[in-house]
């Protein structure tokens, strides 16, 4: 699997789910922003608006609500890329540009929606490179007003990881824990990412629903084994021994996280692009899933509906069930679905 693949599909994992997108976007943006802002009816849609050639370095995820009482969005940019890109400022503006157009295309609009654009990094060195694009123009504090006018200029809110120390990340919730994994991931220090793993599995032990918080620690650990594969080496009775620690007196739940390192064979199907029967199982159940779920809403689903959830694949299904409960009618599933 490509380290983008690997990435992506946790980053969009973790911020695909409203409580940690809504916790990240109310500890990052300035208070005069939020108090413009409803984050509590936030729409995740569907498909992204990095390049081909960049997709290696980069993830993002948009969210329409609204801004100002007006339609908004919220574009998340997933920076991952070991070293620092200055070219960043001018390939948001082309991301932006991208929405906007596809706005006016698709829907006939008039007006353009208000953007706000975020960048989330976890690069191994600070972010040095500002936050607007007028730092990619040479001398740019130099030009006269007349000529700033004709020249596209915005900032962009950058969320460094580097930044913040591991305990203000860790106070207990997923959005908390999926910091903590992102930052220390690029480490390659093997206690570092044990102590990460363990401030992880005592924050996600407090929670309630202990079956999501066994498979969000899963979620955890593979992202770890596959960045970071000399991790995975690690005797497995010493990883049992560690994960019991974390969750005291579970040993079900100690058994089921240990099999992510007997997967070794499933995850090379995958980088052979080779649909294994454990990916088609978990497919065909998360497809019957959402179609229950769908027809209780909305009642018989279009045929064309179920036709794209059948089409999509494992990452998607699993983010497309996480949204279901977002949907107001059967038009939001068209929408997500770019129907």
């Given amino acids: 699997m490509k380290i983008k693949q690997i990435h ?83 390939q948001l503006l082309t991301y932006l540009v991208n929405i906007w157009n596809q706005k006016v295309k698709n829907e006939k609009a008039t007006h353009i929606p208000v953007i706000i654009p975020m960048v989330i990094y976890h690069g191994k060195r600070n972010w040095k490179l500002g936050n607007s694009l007028d730092t990619m123009i040479l001398d740019y504090d130099e030009l006269s007003d007349d000529i700033k006018k004709g020249i596209p200029n915005f900032s962009y ?50 929670m309630n629903e202990k079956q999501t918080a066994t498979e969000y620690f899963e979620t955890c650990l ?16 010493v990883v049992q021994k560690y994960i019991e620690q974390v969750f005291p007196g579970g040993s079900e739940v100690a058994m089921t996280l240990a099999e992510v390192l007997r997967e070794e064979g499933f995850e090379k199907g995958v980088e052979k692009g080779e649909e294994t029967g454990v990916e088609k199982g978990k497919k065909e159940g998360l497809f019957e899933l959402a179609i229950e779920h769908l027809s209780l809403k909305f009642g018989v689903l279009p045929t064309e509906c179920q036709e794209k959830i059948a089409s999509l694949d ?26």
């Fill in 222 to 237: 593979r992202y770890v084994y596959e960045i970071v594969p000399e991790f995975s080496n690690v005797n497995s009775n």
């Fill in 314 to 339: 494992l990452k998607m299904l699993q983010i497309f069930n996480i949204n279901i409960g977002n949907f107001k009618s059967i038009e939001d599933v068209k929408k997500f679905l770019g129907i």
């Fill in 8 to 90: 992506d599909k946790f980053f969009r994992a973790t911020f695909a789910n409203l409580e940690v997108s809504q916790n990240f976007l109310k500890e990052s943006l300035p208070e005069s922003i939020l108090k413009t802002i409803d984050l509590e009816n936030l729409e995740l849609q569907n498909g992204t608006h990095v390049s081909k050639e960049l997709e290696e370095t980069r993830s993002d995820l948009l969210f329409r609500t609204t801004i100002n009482q007006k339609e908004g969005y919220l574009y998340l940019l997933f920076e991952h890329k070991s070293y620092l890109d200055k070219n960043v400022g001018l």
């Fill in 157 to 206: 809110h950058v969320y460094d990881l580097n930044r913040f120390p591991d305990e203000v990340i860790v106070l207990g919730s997923l959005y908390y824990v999926t910091l903590s994994i992102l930052k220390n991931v690029n480490r390659h220090d093997e206690q570092a990412l044990l102590e990460a793993l363990k401030r992880v599995g005592t924050a996600l032990n407090a």
